[in-house]
């Protein structure tokens, strides 16, 4: 079992920045595909930003489309943890991101959440206009 523990929201004004961290546990995560999803209020959980693991420590990443050029996933297989800094945030980027893992195979980028096996509970972002 892994448990994702999301952390690094908050309120911030349109152009700000955030970064989100995605502490695991219960087992390493160097070998899971990683994703970041968020919901906003009334809408459908939706992809933002996957990463593959790899063995040759090339990753590979996938974004959504309108968060493509200001949203950067990386990770830090050695702090079992996932980032996604969050650059020129804009009012439409408000919602619960949520922290994702699969154990996938090597190099794949996951970007269907009903892929995932395991996720994280949530962390707010809000930006105001």
């Known amino acids: 079992q892994v448990q994702l523990v999301e952390s690094g929201g908050g309120l911030v004004q349109a152009g700000g920045s955030l970064r989100l961290s995605c502490a695991a546990s219960?087992?390493?995560?160097?070998?899971?595909?990683m994703g970041w999803f968020r919901q906003a209020p009334g809408k459908e959980r939706e992809f933002v930003a996957a990463?593959?693991?790899?063995?040759?420590?090339?990753?590979?990443?996938r974004y959504k489309y309108s968060v493509k050029g200001r949203f950067t996933i990386s990770r830090d297989n050695a702090k079992n943890t996932v980032y996604l800094q969050m650059n020129s945030l804009k009012p439409e980027d408000t919602a619960v991101y949520y922290c994702?893992?699969?154990?996938?195979?090597?190099?794949?980028?996951?970007?269907?959440?009903?892929?995932?096996?395991?996720w994280g509970q949530g962390t707010q972002v809000t930006v105001s206009s």
């Open positions: 990463i593959s693991w790899s063995a040759s420590s090339t990753y590979y990443t």
């Open positions: 994702a893992a699969d154990p996938a195979a090597d190099k794949v980028v996951v970007t269907t959440r009903y892929e995932y096996d395991y």
């Open positions: 219960g087992r390493p995560i160097n070998n899971y595909a």
